[in-house]
């Protein structure tokens, strides 16, 4: 078998042979039940950026098939195995340069059970499930779901898990990664094993934010909670960062049933423009945002909290009146600059699926998206705000600018997820859409903005990482990524991954390099 691929590696590399002769030798070698694919496109991902082509795309039928490729590449001379989810990845890190590239997504289904053990409600699910799926399965047939969520829902369990899944629940209830009771997981090596907290915890917590450096995560047991019917979606506007700052890290820091269930924020540019500026706010088509409330003093860019509340078709529209104005009480937005709509409760969750819509009919979703990620500690975030938001990026980037805070506590060091050091930190995302029909010079320029950025930060020396990190060298991610966690996250790929088989396209490790 292992010299089958071997060859295989060979044969690709030197385009000696039409690459489809090898397909049924290579299949029967490996005995898949699921089937092996040289004609694949999966040389992009989300993220535009590079192209990378793998030696084939391997479709499982299951977990067995997952092993198979594992432990025949972990074998052989020098054959790298990446887990691709939904393609959401950014800089190519789902991808495999000559290598195997597992499509997570052939095996979606084939788990799919709730249950209830010790006191807490549970889904199981694949790895390659969709969280959007997951929703209206649990939602619609047993009144549950999960607690965390990422804003975008087009994404896989698997992929979310092995980065952290943050979005406006998580000052509540920690990332998806602090909502996983187990998980089963094919380890670099080779083995299949199931790991809690309880049962082979190092495995359980290395692989909880691990980037893929040391398992493929083929199922996880999800925490659910009862969903509700309703939401209120509120937008607050200000004009000084300092008074939305004070008002977001008030609502995240405020005990359950004082607060809202969902708390986020963004920057938006103080102008007309309909992509950048003022008319992206209004939650309804029917909602006008009159920028005479505006004071005089503000600047180039305003800010956004937004928060949601949760609530039943039971509640009286005076209770959850009440309730909304209780919970504001206090806050310093302006006051004529209040925006609010109620909608059901999957509607709000899969809101960013009509953006998606949107966005493939006019050809902006498959252009590159030269994204920008990161968790910036709060000491540093005015400063963040006066020169990135207010100066370098004051006329927009095309996409939402995403800032709000995140609680330290809510998050399990165990894991492999680095974080700033501070209790209270910001995320900060910067998602950018190119034009469908810009030129190259356009997005390099876009990246190096954001490298601009992440300079500024160094230089000035912020407590801050970025989240969905991307390094060109193993110096970077020893001394701006890890630091002093470097030597747990070597030592835990040499027990999970001894020959750096998994996920190449991070280039955290060489194939065989000496751990």
Known sequence: MIACLDRF?????????????????????????GSIDCRAITDKDFGGLHSI???????????DDVQKVVKAASVSSNLTVAARGNGHSINGQAMADGGLVIDMRSFEDYVFHVGRENGFT???VSGGALWENILKRCVEGFGMAPRSWTDYLGLTVGGTLSNAGISGQTFRFGPQISNVLELDVITGNGDALTCSEEKNSELFFSVLGGLGQFG???????????????VRWIRLIYSEFHEFTRDAELLVTREEGESFDYV????????????????????????DFNPAHIPQTAGSVLYCLEVALHYNNSDHPSTVDTTVSRLLQGLRFISNLKFQVDMGYMDFLLRVKRAEEQAKAN???DSPHPWLNMLVSKSDIVEFDRVVFKEILKDGIGGPMLVYPLRRSKW??????????????????????????????????????????????????????????????????????????WSRFRLRKKAFDKNSI???????????TAL
């Open 9 to 33: 590696v060979h044969e690709n590399d030197s385009e000696s042979r039409i690459l489809s002769d090898n397909l049924s030798t290579v299949c029967k070698s490996l005995d898949l039940k």
């Open 502 to 512: 998994l996920a190449p396209g991070q280039k955290i490790f060489a194939r065989n």
């Open 122 to 124: 549970y889904v199981d």
């Open 216 to 230: 493929i995560i083929t199922r996880a047991r999800i925490l659910l909670q009862s969903a509700p019917d309703k």
């Open 53 to 63: 082509k793998p030696l084939a795309v391997i479709r499982p039928a299951g977990p």
């Open 412 to 485: 399990d060091n165990r894991t492999s997820v680095m974080l700033p050091e501070e209790e209270v930190f910001y995320l900060v995302a910067l998602l950018r859409f190119a034009p469908p029909q810009g030129d190259g010079s356009l997005v390099r320029k876009l990246v190096e903005q954001n490298q601009e950025i992440i300079q500024y930060c160094t230089e000035m020396g912020f407590d801050f990482k970025l989240y969905l990190p991307h390094y060109k060298s193993v110096e970077e991610w020893k001394q701006r990524h890890f630091g002093n966690e």
């Open 264 to 287: 986020e924020g963004f920057v938006f540019v103080n102008n007309d423009d309909i992509v950048n500026g003022r008319p992206s706010v209004p939650l309804d088509q029917a909602q």
């Open 363 to 365: 050809g902006i979703w």
